[in-house]
């Protein structure tokens, strides 16, 4: 019903500053009587990490950072939902304006600055679901934290109850520093403490799946350390890729386009699909990856998994084409 009537509301939602609108799709996702979908069918169906998804599509972190509309999202037809960026303190993020449209080129630039609740009050909300279906809890760094390190393992520690997997965001370009913990030391140091915390939680709880998240602004020489640190320390997969701080020439709105943040949307996925590749040709099935950016139709749904994902996400093609696009997608696959 929602998707039906999406054509008729984007004009509103697009009257709006792209942040209000959002939060305005979140109280609608929370209070409008959205049935249950109609079982996938069986053929949609995907092992991965040592879970089982109903269906391949998930929608990004980022859309729920809060974790307040995860059975909405999961009535709308998405296979898994992932919250977050969480932090273990509250924290406004950057200051606003920090969300931009970019219709002619159907992207998004975003600075948000990992702005959430905090472990406390988002692991409450999580704990008061009465649903099932896949849930990843992705974990960030407080941005004047002394020990980012310890914060990533105070998320794991925090959500290990709740989370069906785990995503370490070393990769928004928001956060200033953040991006260094995907150099090779750094990298090593941090999957170091927080596979040892993981591990630890799994001597009395079932274990969680380990997910690194990375930027696809990456030269194939820090891929290569980052793939090797990865596989090294034993993770579980990688989610390919985050938002890029590039602009490519063949962006429309070229002043929106000056903008400061992240730009994901359709003018990533040019990229991010070939980072995605890259990374697939490296880890050579080792395990699975999850493909994100840019996608905005079944066609390039498959172009991601012909690349190497075995799940893929979405997010900002939402933003423009509504939630028909979960179920035109998965027709399409």
Known sequence: MIAAFFPLIRPLLFRMDPERAHERTLMALRTLP?????????????????????????????????????????RLGFGFVEIGSV?????EGNPRPRLFRLPADQGVINRFGFNNEGHQAVLARLRARKAGGILGVNVGANKD??????????????FAPVASYFTLNISSPNTPGLRDLQKREALDSLLARVVETRDEIALKAPRRPLLLKIAPDLTAYELDDIIDVA????????????????????????????????????????????????VARRVAGKFPLI????????????????????????YSSLIY?????????KRGL
């Open 34 to 74: 959205l049935p249950p979908m109609a079982p996938d069918p069986p053929r949609l169906a995907v092992r991965a990490f040592g879970l089982d998804f109903p269906n391949p599509v998930g929608v990004a972190a980022g859309f729920d950072k809060n974790g307040e509309v995860v059975d909405p999202l999961f």
């Open 231 to 278: 596989l090294g320390r034993g993770i579980d997969g990688m989610i390919v890729s985050n938002t890029t701080i590039a602009r490519p020439d063949s962006l429309k709105d070229k002043e929106t386009a000056r903008e400061g943040g992240g730009l994901s949307g359709a003018p990533l996925f040019d990229l991010s699909t070939r980072v995605l590749a890259e």
């Open 321 to 329: 084409k509504g939630p028909g696009l979960i179920g035109e997608i």
């Open 291 to 314: 493909g994100v950016g840019g996608i905005h139709s079944a066609a390039t749904a498959k172009a991601k998994l012909e690349a190497g994902a075995t799940l893929v996400q979405l």
């Open 145 to 158: 934290s002394e020990d980012k390190a310890a914060d990533y393992a105070a998320g794991i520690v925090a």
């Open 87 to 91: 932090t273990p303190r509250p924290q």
